[in-house]
């Protein structure tokens, strides 16, 4: 679903949706990029953050840019009151995200696509 992709990009980068996309390397030269959206969750005690997607560009991966991105980003969003941090990896998750100390929920998510 590109146009759908594209649609939501769209929204982050215009403000009409909760959430915002941050660059991950120098403004002048990114190297990759982060989409965070919030939304707020009595059971979080208030906002809460899931990054949808980390992208670093293939050539400068490894390099532990994506965890020190991360890590920036979940002081910033801690200090801005933010409760949780939610990631949505397909399979076992990186060790550098357990290193983080991101563990797994113990809630089973289920999505409903409308």
């Known amino acids: ?3 759908a992709r594209d649609a939501a990009i769209a929204a982050l980068l215009s403000g009409e949706a909760p959430g915002a996309l941050y660059l991950v390397g ?3 030269s990114p190297v990759g990029y982060m989409s965070v959206s919030f939304g707020h969750s009595i059971s979080a005690g208030g906002t809460e953050a ?3 997607e980390v992208y670093i560009r ?6 532990g840019m994506a965890g020190e991105a991360i ?4 002081k910033m969003l801690s200090q801005h009151g933010v409760r949780a941090l939610h990631v949505r990896i397909p399979g076992e998750a990186p060790r550098f995200l357990t ?3 991101f563990s797994p929920d113990t809630a089973v998510r289920l999505t409903r696509t409308l």
Request: zero cysteines; glycine letters at 4%.
């Open 1 to 3: 679903m590109p146009g």
């Open 26 to 28: 120098p403004p002048s």
């Open 50 to 52: 899931h990054m949808d």
């Open 58 to 63: 293939p050539s400068v991966r490894r390099r």
């Open 71 to 74: 890590s920036t980003l979940t």
């Open 99 to 101: 290193r983080m100390r």
